[in-house]
Nanobody, 124 residues
Framework: QVQLVESGGGLVQAGGSLRLSCAAS????????MGWFRQAPGKEREFVSA???????ADADSVKGRFTISRDNAKNTVYLQMNSLKPEDTAVYYC??????????????????WGQGTQVTVSS
């Protein structure tokens, strides 16, 4: 049974930093893409960042230069370092993992497995 477990969310002041982690179990994802999406209250889920099996990354324009995605294949874990956080970054952040190699990293349909989400709240 595949599980993705996010951690690292919380409450932070604007300008602060958080590091999210997503540990996968039940299957190895080192050869497949992994990503982060988020959903704010009253809004649709949106793409944040993703990383391919080769380490190529993609970021939403709203987080470029502030968020960095990385992965540790030995630990089957993906990370999201979030700096210079803004109140508009407040959302539930979801980890996602795919099982196909050549996909659109930014599309939610590219990912077959999802975590339960972790809340990130940025106060002004």
């Amino acid at each position: 049974q595949v599980q993705l477990v996010e951690s690292g969310g919380g409450l932070v002041q604007a300008g602060g930093s958080l590091r999210l982690s997503c540990a996968a179990s039940g299957r190895t994802f080192s050869s497949f893409p992994m990503g982060w999406f988020r959903q704010a209250p009253g809004k649709e889920r949106e793409f944040v960042s993703a990383i391919s099996r080769s380490g190529t990354t993609a970021d939403a324009d709203s987080v470029k230069g502030r968020f960095t995605i990385s992965r540790d294949n030995a630990k089957n874990t993906v990370y999201l370092q979030m700096n210079s956080l803004k109140p508009e970054d407040t959302a539930v952040y979801y980890c996602a993992a795919g099982t196909r190699t050549f996909v659109n990293l930014r599309a939610s349909q590219s990912y077959e497995y999802w975590g339960q989400g972790t809340q990130v709240t940025v106060s002004s």
